[in-house]
């Protein structure tokens, strides 16, 4: 079975600290990869997406990550965190196969603090 | 532009009702999936509609059922809950039957007691 991996809950933060997420999946196939964010009392909102092609993707507001395949992982980073990112971030997958419609699989989330 | 919009925000039920939540999804948008998201949890994706038929399900009981009308909208009906289906709603909608990226609404939450 697919599955999604966070392997950091709770992550603290100073401001302009580096940060780095890291989410892990199983799945044998081709995927899409995605991160979304939810910030305190909004909906998820897409962060960042792969597809195909150069594997570092950038996002919004700073934010990037690197698929490695031979590691199945798709790690969120960005060089200097702001306290406005403190929110929840969601690893997902989705499994490409056959051109039907697919599913997205989350990971279980990661809790940024930034503090000031 | 109008994004994903979900009614109700919030709702409060009794063990063994049933409830119907509401979504609309972005325009230009054909395909909804559906999610539940317990407290502490990532989304659970539930089902997902296109040209109004359930195309993928999750791993959720007959409880959990749906539709999609013409107008791309769709409704999540849950029958007999339980307690453990208290939880956020979240729905999801995209285009071309789910190969882009999902745009999420808001969600419902759902409070049985």
């Known amino acids: 079975a697919q599955s999604v991996s966070q392997h950091n809950h709770h992550v603290i933060l100073s401001e302009a600290a580096s940060l780095e997420l890291g989410c892990n999946y199983s799945y044998g196939g081709t995927v899409n990869l995605f991160w979304y964010v939810q910030y305190p009392g909004q909906h998820l909102q897409l962060l960042l997406k792969y597809f195909s092609g150069d594997p570092l993707v950038k996002g919004i507001k700073g934010f990037e990550a690197e698929f490695i395949k031979s590691k199945f992982s798709f790690n969120l980073r960005k060089p200097s965190v702001q306290w406005s990112d403190t929110a929840e971030y969601f690893c997902a997958v989705n499994a490409r196969w056959g051109g039907a419609t697919n599913k997205l699989i989350f990971g279980t989330g990661t809790l940024l603090a930034v503090q000031p | 532009d109008a994004g994903v919009t979900q009614s109700p925000t919030h709702l409060i039920k009794t063990r063994g009702q049933q409830v119907t939540l509401r979504c609309s999804p972005k325009s230009g948008h054909d395909t909804v999936s559906w999610y539940q998201q317990a407290l502490g949890q990532g989304p659970q994706f539930i089902f997902q509609y296109y040209e109004e038929e359930e195309r993928q399900r999750g791993n959720f009981p007959d409880r959990f059922s749906g539709h999609q009308f013409p107008n791309y909208s769709s409704e999540l009906n849950v029958n007999a809950l339980l307690l453990g289906d208290s939880a956020l709603y979240l729905c999801?909608?995209?285009?071309?039957?789910?190969?882009?990226?999902?745009?999420f609404g808001p969600g419902t939450r759902l409070t049985v007691t």
């Open positions: 999801a909608s995209s285009r071309k039957g789910g190969s882009y990226e999902q745009y």
